[in-house]
């Protein structure tokens, strides 16, 4: 089991670009998330999906979108970068049966936004 | 907001010491959950202790709850170089089935050989 993949690893856009990360997972997971790390600021909710075809807002929705066509996969799109969404992207997925959403973590996407 | 807080924000040790760290939390919870973090790496779950126990171990981590205080602390015992990381705690939402962990800001360990 590969656990969670992201891909790419490490990314530079200029300011205005898009670019989508992709998150895929071989544990037959229902939920997914996607979080941003700042220095300092912990982990904070971008989306989240419960489920294929579905997703959610987290904390800080704005300025990305996401998409969830296949249960094992979760994009996460930046249609117009901006330097603040310079960060570290970590996807992670968890069961949703019972009630502890243990979550799986994702080794991270380092984005630079110049 | 429900994220959790970690205390301290840094801690420095020495190898066989003992770490601890507290969390704490603002609303009611399901379950209170520690993760580590290495550098450059993804989260990793450590230990889940639920609403309704106290105190709970595995291996050389023991961790309490006090949901009457909304507080949690992560005790690392004998603790080693490779232990160097940071620790997180994660909330969850009593009642929620959405499977949302608040993270607080972690407490950065190190441990000197």
């Known amino acids: 089991n590969a656990g969670v993949t992201q891909t790419p690893k490490f990314r530079v856009l200029k300011t205005g670009q898009s670019m989508t990360l992709l998150c895929a997972q071989d544990?037959?997971?229902?939920?997914m998330y996607w979080y941003r790390q700042d220095p300092g600021m912990g982990l904070r909710l971008i989306h989240y999906?419960?489920?294929?075809?579905?997703?959610a807002k987290g904390e800080v929705p704005d300025g990305y979108n996401v998409s969830r066509l296949k249960k094992q996969n979760f994009l996460l799109g930046l249609e117009s970068a901006a330097p603040s969404q310079t960060s570290v992207y970590f996807c992670?997925?968890?069961?949703?049966?019972?009630?502890?959403?243990?979550?799986?973590f994702g080794p991270g996407t380092r984005l630079t936004v110049t | 907001s429900q994220q959790g807080e970690e205390d301290p924000q840094a801690l420095s040790i020495q190898e066989g010491e003992n770490a601890t760290m507290n969390c704490s939390y603002k609303?009611?919870?399901?379950?209170l959950q520690w993760y580590r973090q290495n550098s450059g790496r993804g989260l990793v779950h450590l230990i889940l202790?639920?609403?309704?126990?106290r105190e709970k171990h595995s291996g050389r981590l023991r961790v309490t709850l006090d949901t009457s205080k909304k507080s949690s602390s992560l005790l690392i015992t004998a603790s080693r170089a490779a232990d160097t990381a940071s620790y997180f705690c994660?909330?969850?939402?009593?009642?929620?089935?959405?499977?949302?962990?608040?993270f607080g800001r972690g407490t950065q360990l190190t441990v000197w050989p």
């Open positions: 202790i639920r609403s309704n126990e």
């Open positions: 994660a909330t969850d939402e009593r009642g929620s089935t959405l499977g949302r962990l608040y």
């Open positions: 544990m037959n997971h229902e939920y």
């Open positions: 992670a997925s968890s069961y949703s049966r019972g009630s502890s959403y243990e979550q799986y």
């Open positions: 999906s419960v489920g294929e075809g579905t997703t």
């Open positions: 609303t009611s919870i399901n379950n």
